[in-house]
């Protein structure tokens, strides 16, 4: 029987870096023939390695896809159609606004990309500029609608808790969004890491971040203005209207995946893989066909029971323990089911033999799921 599996591409390279980010991506685009070299040569160790899968999603992540020549995405949509079985019900690409173009819209649609991932992040340009982000909200709204003539799945990423961010910014963002109605929004709350320029920004006192009580006040307006304008929340950061990410459902549903590239994580089987974010080890390594792991293991039975409930308590609709039982056994099962069972009632719904937040749980999820790590 074949599988089906999702495949992730890290494509590592930016204009420039933005203030609080700590994804694998360089503003050096001297490595960028060497990189794509090399994740070419990944795929074909690895797809040596995996038997009878076919390939249902196909996510090209970042740092910035549309950063680099679109045939650098051509090729490697080649070369995974040549290695597996291709068949995706969804191709999606990640693309900043200031590099949408009609030229660049037509490329992928023609090389059969279907859903277009938009950073937006804010619909301030005071904000913007805060954050580092080279494009303003004008410039946004013209690529919307040149990627909204060709693309009928957009999702528009946004985040809140910004520095110097109010509660009138994050009613902005709602406005545009309703005015703009992309069909999937993607709302993260801003996470600060200790290495990001942010971080000493912050401790210097140069930006201020919302109170708690402001943040909390946004996260409160994010939920019902959302649901207002007829958004369904399926995931913790997610809301559609009709189309929810395949391929994002796949890592929420502790699916098999395969990441390609700087980072990339992936699982199969019951197998967990990270590649190295450090670009020259991974070329370096590639060159000698060697794969770039920084962690490769075999999962127990209880770290796959883990794994699957912390992914899947993400989603709305919560984790089936039926299926658990089914696939590991009562047992292990039962050990994770009674670590959860002090957050029944407040925090997660446990009736029906589902685990799933509850409204107010969700808010909350960070606390919950750490009891799984
Ligand atoms: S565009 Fe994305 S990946 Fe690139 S620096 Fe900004 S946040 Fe990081």
Same mark, same amino acid.
């Given at each position: 029987m074949k599988t089906d599996i999702s495949i992730y591409v890290h494509v590592p390279f930016c204009s420039r870096r933005c203030i609080y980010c700590d994804f694998a %991506?360089? &503003?050096? =685009?001297?490595f960028i023939s060497a990189y794509f070299d090399a994740v070419h040569r990944e795929i074909d160790i690895v797809s040596d390695q995996i038997d009878n899968s076919r390939v249902f999603t196909l996510y090209f992540g970042g740092g910035t896809p549309s950063h680099v020549p679109v045939k650098h995405i051509s090729n490697l949509i080649d070369k995974i159609h040549a290695k597996f079985q291709y068949d995706p019900v969804e191709v999606t690409v990640e693309m900043n606004?200031? =590099? &949408?173009t009609v030229d660049l819209c037509r490329d992928l649609k023609a090389i059969g990309v279907n859903r277009v991932s938009l950073g937006l992040q804010s619909t301030s340009d005071q904000l913007l500029k805060v954050i580092g982000r080279p494009y303003n909200v004008k410039t946004f709204l013209e690529k919307y609608e040149i990627t909204n003539t060709y693309f009928d799945n957009i999702n528009v990423d946004l985040m809140y808790n910004l520095p110097f961010e109010r509660l009138s910014d994050v009613d902005s963002d709602m406005k545009m969004i309703e005015k703009i109605n992309p069909d999937h929004i993607s709302f993260y709350e801003l996470e600060i890491h200790e290495e990001v320029p942010l971080y000493s920004m912050i401790k210097s006192g140069t930006v201020k971040l919302p109170s708690e009580d402001e943040s909390e006040k946004m996260y409160d307006m994010i939920i019902e203005s959302l649901d207002k304008i007829g958004y369904s929340r399926y995931e913790i950061s997610s809301w559609t209207k009709k189309k929810p990410s395949i391929h994002n459902i796949s890592y929420w549903e502790n699916g098999e995946y395969i990441g390609f590239g700087l980072s990339a994580g992936s699982h199969y089987g019951m197998r967990r893989c990270v590649n190295t974010f450090d670009i020259g080890e991974y070329i370096q390594k590639l060159e000698k066909n060697e794969l770039p792991r920084i962690y490769d293991s075999i999962n127990s039975t209880k770290e796959e029971i883990a794994e699957t409930l912390f992914m899947g308590l993400?989603?709305?609709?919560g984790v089936k323990l039926t299926y658990l039982r089914e696939k590991f056994g009562n047992a292990d099962v039962n050990f994770y089911v009674k670590k959860m069972e002090k957050f029944c009632g407040e925090f997660l =719904?446990? %009736? =029906?033999e589902i685990l799933k937040f509850t409204q107010s749980g969700m808010k909350f999820s960070a606390l919950v799921l750490s009891e799984l790590v």
């Open positions: %991506s360089y &503003v050096n =685009d001297g606004p200031e =590099d &949408v993400r989603l709305t609709k =719904d446990c %009736s =029906d």
